[in-house]
């Protein structure tokens, strides 16, 4: 599972670059296994904050400050059939911070899959009037 999700990341990252040049973001690499010495100091230096987003493009457009986005390999939807958010306690955390990160002036929101996070990225991206 992780590795499909970091393949995602690697996939979504090569896009932002090729697409958007010019646009700063950051991925979340608390995933990427360390020696132990660079874990520890990792550690010591990373947001003690659980569930923060894999993708961060810090780029306003109308008004938001930027997207945060959740991805999720393909089919491994956070939401249920019945269009809830699913009990687990991990994509709980993750709504949490998208909850706090919505507060705060960004779109932060989920993405499964390639295609939805292109589709989400490039929506934002072109945002020239309307909210997304």
Same mark, same amino acid.
């Given at each position: 599972?992780?590795?499909?999700?970091? !393949?995602? *990341?690697?996939?979504? !990252?090569?896009?932002? $670059?090729? *697409?958007?040049?010019?646009?700063?973001?950051? &991925?979340?690499?608390?995933?990427?296994?360390? !020696?132990?010495?660079?874990?520890?100091?990792? %550690?010591?230096?990373?947001?003690?904050?659980?569930?923060?987003?894999?993708?961060?493009?810090?780029?306003?457009?109308?008004?938001? &400050?930027?997207?945060?986005?959740?991805? %999720?390999?393909?089919?491994? &939807?956070?939401?249920? =059939?019945?269009?809830?958010? &699913? =009990?687990? /306690?991990?994509?709980?955390?993750?709504?949490?911070?998208?909850?706090?990160? %919505?507060? /705060?002036?960004?779109?932060?929101?989920?993405?499964?899959?390639?295609?939805?996070?292109? $589709?989400?990225?490039?929506?934002?991206?072109?945002?020239? *009037?309307?909210?997304?």
């Amino acid at each position: 599972m992780r590795n499909k999700e970091e !393949s995602l *990341q690697i996939a979504v !990252s090569r896009y932002l $670059k090729l *697409q958007y040049p010019d646009v700063i973001f950051t &991925s979340e690499s608390s995933g990427i296994k360390l !020696s132990i010495g660079s874990a520890v100091k990792a %550690k010591k230096q990373r947001n003690p904050e659980r569930g923060l987003p894999d993708l961060i493009i810090l780029e306003p457009r109308c008004g938001f &400050s930027g997207l945060c986005v959740e991805l %999720k390999a393909e089919g491994k &939807s956070p939401y249920l =059939k019945d269009g809830s958010l &699913s =009990k687990n /306690k991990h994509i709980q955390e993750q709504n949490d911070v998208l909850i706090k990160l %919505k507060e /705060k002036g960004y779109i932060a929101k989920f993405a499964v899959g390639f295609d939805d996070a292109k $589709k989400l990225i490039d929506n934002y991206m072109n945002q020239i *009037q309307n909210h997304a």
